[in-house]
Each structure stands twice: as structure tokens, then as C-alpha cells.
């Protein structure tokens, strides 16, 4: 089963950033974070990961809470092609896909 | 591109027909990945490999499903006696083993099956 908790839908405005939450109270010390997105019909594309520091790259930022039972993926920059679903993954081997967050990019 | 490759990328069958799957992983990639996805839901995970060894199968890997990575690099998934349940996209995925890096898994594009 899934390990993480996420909201189903979240809308942001084209532009602003995009503030994705998620809840891994159960994180284990040697697990991942990771974050993928999948555009309708697509399959699931990287987007960043991370342990305990927080991580950017030129698609989002991560920021680990200190306890590590949550983390934020940041979209510093909306547009309507970062419409997607949005999965948060804690991982130490395979990866389980929960239900996600569905973002939706306002114009 | 993420250099995962699946063929074919559409698949239309007739139920109780035969089916595989082609998967190509990155090169070098130890590991190897399906899973399956229905609409409107996330991927569900089906089976792994490392190198040509299958050490996980989910439970929704039925009797009528098998995978094989006979040398380690490319992958086959057949469905046999397809069912119009079977219909879904099938992703495979790679990665490179597990070093406790936090080492990246990267999916390919999918085939679709449809069962009519």
C-alpha cells in the first residue's frame, strides 16, 4: 500500500508557484521521497527526490520538513503545461503509487 | 524520451487472444519494472526484475500473465486468453540497482491494450 498522503486536486494560478503538500508520517530512515508527475496518458516522469535536505532542479524544489513526515514539491513557476497528476512516493526499492494530486493550472 | 522503449504502443486484440509486450530498458539498467494502469487510477505494480532474476510478482499477476527478461536487458510481458479486463496501459520502468543513493527509476510511455 501506498505510504503517503495527498490531497486529490489542487488548482494554482498560471504564474504563481504551485505548493504540492505531502503527508509520510510512517517514513522509514533509509526511504526516499519521491516525486513524479504524469500528463494525461502519458507515462510517470521524474521530478525530483530527496532523504533529508532539501533539493532543487531546474524543474522544482523539495523541502523535507526536519522530522521528515511531510514534504512540499514547489513549482516556482505554473503554466498549463505542469497540469498533471502529481504522485509523492516514499521508496526504498519499488516504487507504489497512491492516488495523487491533480493539479490544475488556471490561465 | 527517457530511453525506456515499449512496443507495440497500441494494441487492439479480441478476447482470448495472445498478447506480449516488449519493454527495452535504459542500457546498463539493472533493474526492471511493470506495472499497470486503468483509467483514472495511479500505476499499480505487477512484477521486477534484477538483471534476468523476477524477484517480485504482485497478486494481480494472474495465471495468464508472465514475464520474462531471459539476458538481463529487454523484457517480455504476455497476457494469454486476454479478457476485457485486461484492458489498460502497461508501463515498464528501469533503474539502475540499488545502491542506497537514492537512485531514479524512469518509466517509458506505456502500451495500450484494448480487449474487445
Known amino acids: 500500500d501506498a505510504k503517503t498522503t495527498q490531497p486529490p486536486s489542487m488548482d494554482c494560478a498560471e504564474g504563481r508557484a504551485a505548493n504540492l503538500p505531502c503527508n509520510h508520517s510512517?517514513?522509514?530512515?533509509?526511504?526516499?521521497v519521491y516525486w513524479y508527475r504524469q500528463i494525461h496518458s502519458q507515462g510517470p516522469q521524474y521530478i525530483i527526490h530527496g532523504l533529508k535536505n532539501n533539493e532543487t532542479n531546474e524543474m522544482a524544489s523539495l523541502i523535507i520538513t526536519e522530522d521528515r513526515k511531510s514534504s512540499t514539491l514547489i513549482l516556482p513557476h505554473a503554466t498549463l503545461r505542469d497540469t498533471a497528476v502529481y504522485y509523492c512516493i516514499v521508496r526504498f526499492d519499488k516504487i507504489i503509487f497512491g492516488k495523487g494530486t491533480r493539479l490544475h493550472i488556471l490561465p | 524520451d527517457t530511453g525506456v522503449s515499449q512496443d507495440p504502443r497500441h494494441k487492439i486484440t479480441k478476447r482470448g487472444q495472445n498478447v506480449t509486450f516488449r519493454c527495452d530498458p535504459i542500457?546498463?539498467?539493472?533493474?526492471l519494472y511493470w506495472y499497470r494502469q486503468t483509467l483514472g487510477q495511479g500505476p499499480e505494480f505487477l512484477t521486477y526484475?534484477?538483471?534476468?532474476?523476477?524477484?517480485?510478482k504482485s497478486r494481480l499477476l494472474s495465471d495468464r500473465f508472465s514475464a520474462e527478461r531471459p539476458k538481463g536487458s529487454f523484457s517480455t510481458l504476455e497476457i494469454q486468453r486476454t479478457e476485457q479486463g485486461d484492458s489498460a496501459m502497461y508501463l515498464c520502468?528501469?533503474?539502475?540497482?540499488?545502491?542506497?543513493?537514492?537512485?531514479?527509476?524512469?518509466f517509458g510511455e506505456g502500451s495500450w491494450l484494448t480487449v474487445v
Open positions: 510512517t517514513i522509514s530512515g533509509n526511504e526516499y
Open positions: 542500457s546498463e539498467h539493472n533493474r
Open positions: 526484475f534484477q538483471n534476468e532474476a523476477q524477484l517480485e
Open positions: 520502468a528501469s533503474s539502475p540497482l540499488w545502491t542506497g543513493s537514492g537512485n531514479t527509476i524512469y
